[in-house]
T-cell receptor, first 117, second 114 residues
Framework: GAVVSQHPSWVICKSGTSVKIECRSLDFQATTMFWYRQFPKQSLMLMATSNEGSKATYEQGVEKDKFLINHASLTLSTLTVTSAHPEDSSFYIC?????????????FGQGTRLTVV | AQKVTQAQTEISVVEKEDVTLDCVYETRDTTYYLFWYKQPPSGELVFLIRRNSFDEQNEISGRYSWNFQKSTSSFNFTITASQVVDSAVYFCALFNTNAGKSTFGDGTTLTVKP
């Protein structure tokens, strides 16, 4: 089956630094990738939708300059948390939708647990 | 606007019991997709099932079964003869074909005790 790989699985960084999270589709082309944020014991909240070769579409309330998303190829999207602060600590999950299929199940990465100290 | 409601925040059962997780949705779309995912403690989401709005057939997969009723906007999930390994958070989600994105319910935490 389709696999989405997310890296790193966890990261601890100092306040004020930037962290990059990668999301790769390993065996299919993903024209669309989604980035979610999940706080403990809460649901997944969509942060942004990224389409290959174009700017990401951010959900209301998500700071574009803080959460930089790049989707430079059909198999890779990155989320960079800039100038991270403790309140950015969360579980970040990406998903990828297969090229040409409008609504297959979105394949999810393993998630990245970010802790900002 | 669309919404997914999982009214049961937490459910606890004893192994071998049957358990049903409820999911009610709201949408103005006529074409949409419904999903169930399992999130074990490791965090990754495991896809369980997808159902489109035109397919109201119930489905059974091993110990899992799903009941989709468009008339009541519900897509309930039943685990038969539950096992400890079924313990996880289960999410119901609605994919909006117009917007091209999903809305998740708040999740139901299922604990299966031995």
């Amino acid at each position: 089956g389709a696999v989405v790989s997310q890296h790193p699985s966890w990261v601890i960084c100092k306040s004020g630094t930037s962290v990059k999270i990668e999301c790769r589709s390993l065996d299919f082309q993903a024209t669309t990738m989604f980035w979610y944020r999940q706080f403990p014991k809460q649901s997944l909240m969509l942060m942004a939708t990224s389409n290959e070769g174009s700017k990401a579409t951010y959900e209301q309330g998500v700071e574009k300059d803080k959460f930089l998303i790049n989707h430079a190829s059909l198999t890779l999207s990155t989320l960079t948390v800039t100038s991270a602060h403790p309140e950015d600590s969360s579980f970040y999950i990406c998903s990828a939708r297969n090229r040409g299929e409008l609504a297959t199940e979105a394949f999810f990465g393993q998630g990245t647990r970010l802790t900002v100290v | 606007a669309q919404k997914v409601t999982q009214a049961q925040t937490e459910i606890s059962v004893v192994e071998k019991e049957d358990v049903t997780l409820d999911c009610v949705y709201e949408t103005r779309d006529t074409t949409y997709y419904l999903f169930w995912y399992k999130q074990p403690p490791s965090g990754e989401l495991v896809f369980l099932i997808r159902r489109n709005s035109f397919d109201e057939q119930n489905e059974i997969s091993g110990r899992y079964s799903w009941n989709f009723q468009k008339s009541t906007s519900s897509f309930n999930f039943t685990i038969t003869a539950s096992q400890v390994v079924d313990s996880a958070v289960y999410f119901c989600a609605l994919f909006n074909t117009n917007a091209g994105k999903s809305t998740f319910g708040d999740g139901t935490t299922l604990t299966v005790k031995p």
